[in-house]
C-alpha cells in the first residue's frame, strides 16, 4: 500500500529533479541546528501573530499551526499546467453563477438538474436576475488539489465563498526566507508577495459603476474573537485598506459609508469575510450584529460591490462539484485540465447502494461540511465507526457523497529522526476580476502524523513554503 | 376597478433613539392585474434611496433617519387600477426561478399535523389537476385555521398556528404554503391590500395570500383567509418565502428601547 | 482614520490616566490613615476617598464595614468595580488589542506587560503587597506606556486620540482629586488652616508627586490658595487644569489642521484655555472652589461629548 504513493522527492526512479538541491541542505544540516532554526520559525511566526492578533491570553503557542521547513517544489513546467487548469475552472465557476442567477441555460440545456441548484440552500433567491460588476461572483478561488502521480492531481473540491489559509502562504515564504536566504539565492523561487497587490487590484476593478474615482475598498471581519481574525487583519495591513467590523458601516440613502474620523466616508467594494446569512438583517438573518443593516438594497442598486458576491455559495456546494467538468464543457468551450475526483452521489440510488457496499473503502463527505468534520475515512476507520456512519449516511443519503481513497502524494517532511514521507494537499488562489490571476504559490498542508490523509489545521495539519523554479 | 390607497404607518419612540433603517416593499409593480396611475412613498425627513427592482420583481427603498430619531411616520398614497385576471400573475417582470420556491423557512417549515393536512386532502385526488390540487390545499387550510384575530402573533411559524387552530391572513398563508411544498408546488407569500370595506374589517386591508406555481399557468393566487383567488379587489405589493421576507416594511431601529406603532390603511374604490 | 479605532486609542489612554488616578487615591487615603485620630477630625479617611469616586455605595454593599485592606482590594484588584486599577488596565489593553496595527510593538508591550504583571499580582498573597508598593507599581506602569507612546508612536492623528485621551481623563481627575480634599475631606470650616489641614493638603501634594514640585514653584509655604493655583493655573505643573487644556488644545488645533476643518471640539477647548489662561486664584475662590470644580467637571464632559460627535461616531459631515 505505502509503496503506492507517489514520493514527490524520491520518486520509483530516484531523486526528482525540482528536490535536487534540497537533499543536500537537509542531509548536511546538523540536528541542534535543525532545532534552532524550528524554534527560530515558531518565534517568528508568534511574533507575526502578535502583530496582528492576540491569541488567547497573551500568545498562546498551540494556536499556532505547525509549520514545516522542509519546502515543497513544483517545475515551472508542473506549475504551468495547474495554472491553465485552475484559472480555467475559476472562470468556470463564475461563468456558472453569472448563469444560475441570469437565464440558467445550463440548467435548460439539462446538464445540471434544476433542483441542484434552485432548491440549493445556498442558492439566494435575493439576487436572482442581478449581475455584478463584470459579472464575476467569485473573486478569490480557492481551489483543493491533491496528487496521485507525477502527471495526476485531482480536484478535491472548490472554494468560491470566502477560502482562508493565504496568509499562511505568505507567511511561511516570509520565515523560510529570513530563515535560509541562501536557498534563495542559489535558487530561482518565484516569488509570491505580490498577492496582497494582485488582490487590491482584483478587488478595485470589480468596483461599481456609480464609482467614479479610486474606489475606496475596505475588508469586513466578524472581529477580533473570529479565528480567522489574524488573516483579515494581515491582508488589511498588507494591502493598505481599513479592516472594518460590520458596525463601523452604515447605509444611507444609496450607499455604503464607513464612519471616520473625517466623517462618513463611501465605501466601493466590500470584501467580506463573513457569511452571506449575517451580512444584512434587513434582508437574510434578523438577528445577526456582524452585518451592515440595508447593505444587499444598496449592493443590489450597484452601489457598492460585495466580494464574494452573495449566492456564490451555490458553486462550491459538494454535489454542485461533481458538475464542474461540465461547466467548463459548457461554458469555455474547453476540455478540462484538471480532473475531479470520481463521486458517487448518495442520493441518487445506484450510487447509494454503491458506496453502501463498498463504504470501508471509501471517503464519504457531508455536502456541506468542511474542514474535515462530519467525514468518514474508511479504510482509516474501525468497523464499528463504519457502521455508524453507514447509517447515518442511509438514513439522509441526499446531505452525502463518497470518493475513493486517494493515494495522496507525500513530501519529506521533518520528522524526530531526520526526515519522512507525508502526505499533502495544495490549495492555490486565483483571483478573478478584470484579470485572471494566479500567483505562482499555494499552501501546502501536510497531514504531520504518519499514515494520516487528512492535512486539516484543526485534525494534526501543519503548513509548508511551495515552491514554484522560475524558468532560466 | 379604480383604488385609492393611503397607508401611514408611525413609530413613536418612548425615547429617542440613534437612528432608523428601514427597507420598503411599498410600491406595487406593474402586471396584467394592475396597473399604477399614481403613487408616492413619503417619509418626512428621511434620507430615501433610490427604488429599485428586485429579482422577484419587486420595488424596493431604502430610507433612513439618524440622530435624536423621535418617530418615523412613513406614508404611502396612490391611485391603482385593477383588473380581474382570476388570481393569475402575468405579465409580471421577475427573475427568480420558481423551483427556488420549494424551500421553507422557519416559519413555513410543516410539523405532522401539516404533513396530516396534505395527506388527508389529496389522498382521493389522484386524477384531479395540479390546479384543483392547489384549490383543495387552500380549501383545508381555510377549514382547518378559523379566522381568529389574536390567537396568534406577527412571529407564529405555521407549525404553531396549526397547533393554534386558528389564525389571520399571516398564518393561512404560511400554512398553505408549507402544504403546497409538501404537495412540490413551488409558493410564496404575498404581501399587499385589499379593498375589503364592503364586509371585511379595517385591519385586513393590509392583507396577505399564497401564490402556487402551477405549470403551464404560472403563478396563482389563493387567499386562504377568504376562501378565494385575488380578484380586482387586490393590490400587489411583493413576494418573499414568508411573512417577514416579504414584509412591506422591514427595519431596524438603533439603540431603541420601547416603540409606539400606529397604522391606518384605507382602500376605497372610486366612483367611476 | 476609522471612528472605532479612533474611540479605542482615545478610550485607551482615559483608562490608563485613570487608573493612575485611582492609585493616587489610594497613596492619599493611605498617607491619611497614618495620620494620628484627633478626635474631632473626619472619622474616616476611607469614607472620603469612596466617595470622591462615587462608590462608596458599591463598596459597602459588598464589604459591608470600611477597613483598609478591603477598600485596598476594591480599589486596586475588583474587577467588578469598574474604577479599579485592574479594571482600568485591563479596558485599556482591550482597547490596545482591538486597534493592535495601529500600536508600535513597544506601546502594546509595555500595555501587555502590565497586564500580565497584574495577573501575577492577583495571584499573589495580599500580605506580601503594601500600598505603597502598589501605587508605585501603577505610577511606574503608566509612566512607561506613557514613555513608549511618546518616544515610538508616529504623530499622525492616533497619537493626537491618545493624547486627547490624556489630557481630557487627566484634567478631570485632577479636578476630582482637589475636590475631595477641599469638599469631602475637612469635616468643617472651623479646620481650615489647622494642622489637619496642612497635612491633608501634603497628602494630596505628595498623591500628585507634586510635593517638591510645589516646594520649588511656591517656596514651601503651604496655602490653599496657593496650592489650588498650583492645580489648576500654574502652566508649569503637567497635571494642572491649564496644562491639560493646553495640551487639548493642542491636538484638537493638529487634528483640524490635518482634517482641514475647524471643529466645535477645537471651538470649546479654545474657549476653556482661554478663560482658565486668563483667571486668576482669587475669582475661583469667588465662585466657591467645589463650584468652580463642579463647572469645571461639567464642561470637561462637555469637551469629551464634542470630541465624540465630531469624530468618534463617524457621522459628523
Not at chain 1, 292 to 318: E, F, H, Q, W
Not at chain 2, 44 to 50: I, L, N, Q
Request: negative net charge; proline residues 4%.
Amino acid at each position: 500500500m505505502v509503496a503506492s504513493f507517489f514520493n514527490e522527492m524520491y520518486a520509483s526512479d530516484g531523486l526528482r529533479a525540482p528536490y535536487q538541491m534540497l537533499e543536500g541542505w537537509y542531509q548536511n544540516m546538523p540536528a541542534e541546528f535543525r532545532a534552532l532554526k524550528q524554534a527560530e520559525a515558531e518565534d517568528l511566526f508568534r511574533r507575526y501573530g502578535i502583530t496582528f492578533a492576540v491569541y488567547g491570553e497573551g500568545g498562546d503557542p498551540d494556536r499556532l499551526i505547525p509549520f514545516d521547513m522542509f519546502p515543497r517544489v513544483f517545475t515551472a513546467q508542473e506549475w504551468r499546467k495547474l495554472e491553465r487548469g485552475i484559472k480555467q475552472r475559476a472562470r468556470a465557476l463564475n461563468a456558472f453563477l453569472s448563469d444560475v442567477y441570469d437565464r440558467g441555460e445550463i440548467v435548460r440545456a439539462g446538464l445540471i438538474p434544476a433542483d441542484l441548484v434552485y432548491r440549493n440552500d445556498a442558492y439566494e433567491i435575493a439576487v436572482a436576475g442581478f449581475r455584478p460588476p463584470l459579472g464575476i461572483f467569485s473573486h478569490i478561488v480557492g481551489i483543493d488539489l491533491v496528487r496521485t502521480g507525477a502527471e495526476q492531481f485531482y480536484v478535491l473540491e472548490d472554494n468560491c465563498r470566502t477560502p482562508s489559509g493565504v496568509s499562511y502562504m505568505l507567511e511561511n515564504r516570509e520565515v523560510m526566507m529570513r530563515m535560509f536566504p541562501h536557498l534563495f539565492q542559489e535558487n530561482r523561487v518565484a516569488p509570491v508577495d505580490g498577492y496582497a497587490r494582485l488582490l487590491k487590484r482584483t478587488l478595485a476593478s470589480v468596483a461599481p459603476a456609480k464609482c467614479d474615482r479610486d474606489p475606496c475598498v475596505v475588508l469586513l471581519t466578524p472581529g477580533h474573537f473570529n479565528s480567522a481574525y489574524y488573516e483579515h487583519s494581515f491582508l488589511a495591513d498588507l494591502m493598505g485598506i481599513e479592516l472594518v467590523e460590520g458596525q463601523d458601516l452604515f447605509v444611507e440613502g444609496d450607499f455604503c459609508w464607513m464612519r471616520t474620523t473625517e466623517g462618513p466616508r463611501k465605501v466601493d467594494v466590500i470584501y467580506r469575510r463573513i457569511d452571506d446569512a449575517f451580512l444584512d438583517p434587513l434582508c437574510f438573518r434578523p438577528d445577526s450584529t456582524l452585518g451592515v443593516p440595508g447593505l444587499m438594497n444598496v449592493y443590489r442598486s450597484g452601489g457598492v460591490t460585495i466580494c464574494s458576491a452573495p449566492g456564490a455559495g451555490v458553486a462550491d456546494d459538494k454535489a454542485i462539484y461533481t458538475y464542474v467538468p461540465e461547466m467548463v464543457r459548457f461554458y469555455l468551450g474547453e476540455t478540462p485540465i484538471l480532473d475531479n475526483v470520481p463521486t458517487w452521489q448518495c442520493a441518487k440510488s445506484d450510487d447509494l447502494k454503491y458506496v453502501l457496499e463498498n463504504i470501508g473503502e471509501l471517503v464519504v463527505k457531508e455536502v456541506h461540511g468542511s474542514g474535515g468534520y462530519g467525514m468518514l475515512v474508511g479504510p482509516a476507520s474501525d468497523r464499528a465507526t463504519v457502521e455508524a456512519f453507514a447509517a447515518k449516511v442511509a438514513e439522509n443519503p441526499s446531505n452525502y457523497i463518497a470518493q475513493p481513497t486517494l493515494a495522496l502524494s507525500t513530501c519529506p517532511t521533518f520528522v524526530d529522526e531526520g526526515i519522512a514521507p507525508r502526505h499533502v494537499d495544495l490549495r492555490p488562489y486565483c483571483l478573478v476580476g478584470r484579470d485572471v490571476e494566479l500567483v505562482p504559490g499555494a499552501l501546502t498542508r501536510v497531514a504531520l502524523t504518519d499514515g494520516s490523509l487528512v492535512v486539516n489545521s484543526s485534525q494534526g495539519g501543519g503548513v509548508k513554503d511551495t515552491w514554484v523554479i522560475a524558468e532560466e | 376597478m379604480i383604488l385609492k390607497v393611503f397607508h401611514k404607518t408611525r413609530y413613536d419612540f418612548a425615547s429617542p433613539v440613534a437612528g432608523i433603517i428601514q427597507s420598503l416593499r411599498l410600491t406595487p409593480a406593474k402586471c396584467d392585474s394592475q396597473k399604477v396611475i399614481n403613487w408616492s412613498v413619503d417619509v418626512p425627513d428621511a434620507v430615501m434611496g433610490e427604488a429599485f427592482r428586485d429579482g422577484a420583481g419587486d420595488y424596493i427603498q431604502t430610507i433612513s433617519l439618524r440622530k435624536r430619531v423621535e418617530h418615523i411616520e412613513i406614508t404611502v398614497s396612490g391611485t391603482i387600477e385593477t383588473i380581474d385576471t382570476a388570481g393569475v400573475l402575468r405579465g409580471h417582470r421577475e427573475r427568480v426561478p420558481p423551483r427556488a420556491y420549494l424551500r421553507n423557512t422557519v416559519r413555513t417549515e410543516p410539523n405532522r399535523a401539516i404533513v396530516d393536512l396534505v395527506q388527508d386532502t389529496l389522498r382521493d385526488a389522484a386524477s384531479a389537476s395540479a390546479l384543483e390540487h392547489a384549490h383543495l390545499l387552500a380549501a383545508a387550510v381555510s377549514e382547518a385555521l378559523p379566522y381568529r384575530p389574536g390567537a396568534t402573533h406577527a412571529h407564529t411559524t405555521a407549525a404553531e398556528a396549526m397547533n393554534a387552530g386558528a389564525g389571520v391572513c399571516q398564518d393561512h398563508t404560511q400554512v398553505l404554503i408549507s402544504c403546497a411544498h409538501l404537495a412540490d408546488f413551488p409558493a410564496r407569500y404575498v404581501s399587499g391590500y385589499l379593498n375589503a370595506t364592503e364586509d371585511g374589517s379595517a385591519h385586513e386591508a393590509s392583507h396577505a395570500w399564497a401564490e402556487i406555481y402551477i405549470e403551464g399557468l404560472g403563478w396563482v393566487g389563493f387567499d386562504a383567509s377568504n376562501k378565494c383567488c385575488p380578484n380586482d379587489q387586490y393590490i400587489r405589493l411583493g413576494s418573499g418565502l414568508d411573512a417577514q421576507n416579504a414584509a412591506p416594511l422591514r427595519g431596524l431601529v438603533l439603540g431603541g428601547g420601547a416603540e409606539v406603532l400606529d397604522v391606518t390603511v384605507v382602500i376605497e374604490a372610486q366612483q367611476q | 482614520m476609522l471612528s472605532r479605532t479612533a474611540a479605542n486609542l482615545f478610550w485607551m489612554t482615559r483608562f490608563l490616566e485613570r487608573s493612575e488616578t485611582t492609585a493616587r487615591l489610594l497613596d492619599m487615603g493611605f498617607r491619611n490613615a497614618l495620620l494620628p485620630n484627633t478626635g474631632g477630625g473626619y472619622r474616616n479617611e476611607w469614607g472620603a476617598i469612596l466617595q470622591s469616586k462615587g462608590v462608596l455605595q458599591s463598596f459597602t454593599d459588598k464589604y459591608g464595614e470600611i477597613v483598609q485592606r478591603n477598600v485596598e482590594s476594591f480599589l486596586f484588584f475588583d474587577m467588578e468595580n469598574p474604577s479599579s486599577v485592574a479594571s482600568c488596565i485591563r479596558s485599556a489593553r482591550e482597547n490596545a488589542r482591538i486597534v493592535r496595527t495601529a500600536l508600535t510593538s513597544q506601546v502594546w508591550d509595555a500595555i501587555n506587560t502590565s497586564y500580565q504583571e497584574l495577573m501575577a499580582m492577583q495571584r499573589t498573597e495580599r500580605s506580601k503587597l503594601s500600598i505603597p508598593d502598589l501605587t508605585d507599581w501603577t505610577i511606574r506602569t503608566s509612566s512607561l506606556i506613557r514613555g513608549a507612546i511618546e518616544s515610538t508612536q508616529l504623530r499622525i492623528d492616533g497619537y493626537n486620540f491618545m493624547n486627547l485621551g490624556y489630557a481630557v481623563e487627566r484634567a478631570d481627575n485632577t479636578a476630582r482629586l482637589l475636590d475631595v480634599k477641599y469638599y469631602v475631606l475637612l469635616p468643617s470650616v472651623a479646620y481650615v488652616g489647622s494642622g489637619l489641614d496642612n497635612y491633608q493638603w501634603t497628602t494630596l501634594l505628595r498623591a500628585l508627586s507634586a510635593h517638591r514640585a510645589y516646594n520649588w514653584a511656591y517656596g514651601g509655604e503651604l496655602t490653599s490658595v496657593q496650592i489650588a493655583h498650583f492645580l489648576l493655573l500654574n502652566p508649569k505643573f503637567p497635571r494642572s487644569l491649564l496644562s491639560c487644556y493646553a495640551q487639548a488644545n493642542e491636538h484638537l488645533d493638529q487634528l483640524a489642521r490635518v482634517y482641514g476643518r475647524s471643529t466645535p471640539a477645537q471651538e470649546g477647548a479654545r474657549t476653556l484655555l482661554g478663560e482658565l489662561a486668563e483667571a486668576h486664584i482669587d475669582d475661583v475662590f469667588d465662585e466657591g472652589l467645589h463650584e468652580f470644580l463642579t463647572r469645571m467637571i461639567n464642561v470637561n464632559g462637555g469637551l469629551a461629548q464634542a470630541i465624540h460627535d465630531q469624530y468618534l461616531t463617524g457621522e459628523a459631515r
